[in-house]
């Protein structure tokens, strides 16, 4: 079993920045990548962005060159930088694992709200 704490949600004006960290706990040799999600009111869950063991990234088109999502393997945390927040970013945003053998983990959330 793997457990994963985010923390950094807030409430930020449009065009500020947050940083989000997800911090993993047991068995963390289990998984591969990494990533965050979000879930706005009434829309489903989305990628927003991911990370492989070996650092690829994946980015949704709607956040690419604003966030930037890193790993640090021996910490075990993975981060979510988010620049140049738009009110469309407002979200509960969730850290996501996956498991090599398929399994799939996932935090409690954290929300972040955009606006003025």
């Known amino acids: 079993q793997v457990q994963l704490m985010e923390s950094g949600g807030a409430l930020v004006q449009p065009g500020g920045s947050l940083r989000l960290s997800c911090a993993a706990s047991g068995s963390v040799h289990s998984i591969s990548a990494m990533g965050w999600y979000r879930q706005a009111p009434g829309k489903q869950r989305e990628l927003v962005a991911a990370?492989?063991?070996?650092?690829?990234?994946n980015y949704a088109d709607s956040v690419k060159g604003r966030f930037t999502i890193s790993r640090d393997n021996a910490a075990k945390t993975v981060d979510l930088q988010m620049d140049s927040l738009k009110p469309e970013d407002t979200a509960v945003y969730y850290c996501n694992a996956a498991g090599v053998d398929g399994s799939n983990y996932w935090g409690q959330g954290t929300q972040v709200t955009v606006s003025s």
């Open positions: 990370i492989t063991s070996g650092g690829s990234t």
